[in-house]
C-alpha cells in the first residue's frame, strides 16, 4: 500500500506569495491532517478534513487555509507568506478517528 | 484540555547502552498515547501506541513503552541503542472523544556515540 504522498517536497517563495502543497493520503483513510513544524514552536496542528468537511482548526490566522476533495486527497494554502511562515509542512491520514497518524515526508517551504 | 511534557530535549547514550525517554501527560479524556520517530527532513513514523489496553506496550525496532496512569508517565524504553536509533523522538496524545486533536510534546533529540 502506498503511504501518505506530498508535493512538492521543498519550494522557496518570496514575501507576499502564496502557495499551495498538495498531500495524497493511504488509500482508504478519509481524515488528513496538517502540521507546522518550526525549531521554534515545534509540531503545530493546523487542520483536519473527513469526507471533504473541515472538521477541527488550529490556532493559525485565516492566511491558512484547506480543502479536500473526494478522492481524500488535500490541498492547503498560504496566502500573503510572511518569513515566519517557513516551516516543514506535514501531513498525515489515519484510517480511523482514534488510529494511529501516517505522515507524509513533508513539504518544506522557505520564505525569503 | 491535554498536554505532553517530554522532560529532556536531549538524551545523550553510548551505543550499547540503554535507553530512556520520559514523557508525562495530562488529559481530560482517557487518552490514547503514542511515540513517534522522526529522522533528519522525513516525516513521522509509528514507533508504538497505547490504546487502553496491556499498559506495557513494544513497539518496532526494540522500543517499548509503559503506561503508568498514577505518574501519568509514558516513557519510552530500548535495552541496547543502535547508532540508527539517532533521531527525534515525539511522545503524543491523543483523546479518546471530542475533537481527537493530538497534542505533541516539544521532541526529545536522541544522540548515539559509537
Known amino acids: 500500500k502506498a503511504g501518505v504522498t506530498q508535493t512538492p517536497r521543498y519550494l522557496i517563495k518570496t514575501r507576499g506569495q502564496q502557495v499551495t502543497l498538495s498531500c495524497s493520503p493511504i488509500?482508504?483513510?478519509?481524515?488528513v491532517s496538517w502540521y507546522q513544524q518550526t525549531p521554534g514552536q515545534g509540531l503545530q496542528f493546523l487542520f483536519e478534513y473527513f469526507s471533504e468537511t473541515q472538521r477541527n482548526k488550529g490556532n493559525f490566522p485565516g492566511r491558512f487555509s484547506g480543502r479536500q476533495f473526494s478522492n481524500s486527497r488535500s490541498e492547503m494554502n498560504v496566502s500573503t507568506l510572511e518569513l515566519g511562515d517557513s516551516a516543514l509542512y506535514l501531513c498525515a491520514s489515519k484510517p480511523t478517528p482514534t488510529g494511529e497518524l501516517f505522515f507524509g515526508e513533508g513539504s518544506r517551504l522557505t520564505v525569503l | 484540555a491535554q498536554s505532553v511534557t517530554q522532560l529532556d530535549s536531549h538524551v545523550s547514550v553510548s551505543e550499547g547502552t540503554p535507553v530512556l525517554l520520559r514523557c508525562n501527560y495530562s488529559?481530560?479524556?482517557?487518552?490514547?498515547l503514542f511515540w513517534y520517530v522522526q529522522h533528519p527532513n522525513k516525516g513521522l513514523q509509528l514507533l508504538l501506541k497505547y490504546t487502553s489496553a496491556a499498559t506495557l506496550v513494544k513497539g518496532i525496532n526494540g522500543f517499548e513503552a509503559e503506561f503508568k496512569k498514577s505518574e501519568t508517565s509514558f516513557h519510552l524504553t530500548k535495552p541496547s541503542a543502535h547508532m540508527s536509533d539517532a533521531a527525534e523522538y515525539f511522545c503524543?496524545?491523543?483523546?479518546?472523544?471530542?475533537?481527537?486533536?493530538?497534542?505533541f510534546g516539544r521532541g526529545t533529540s536522541l544522540i548515539v556515540h559509537p
Open positions: 488529559s481530560s479524556y482517557s487518552p490514547s
Open positions: 503524543v496524545v491523543s483523546p479518546s472523544g471530542g475533537s481527537y486533536i493530538p497534542t
Open positions: 488509500s482508504g483513510h478519509r481524515s
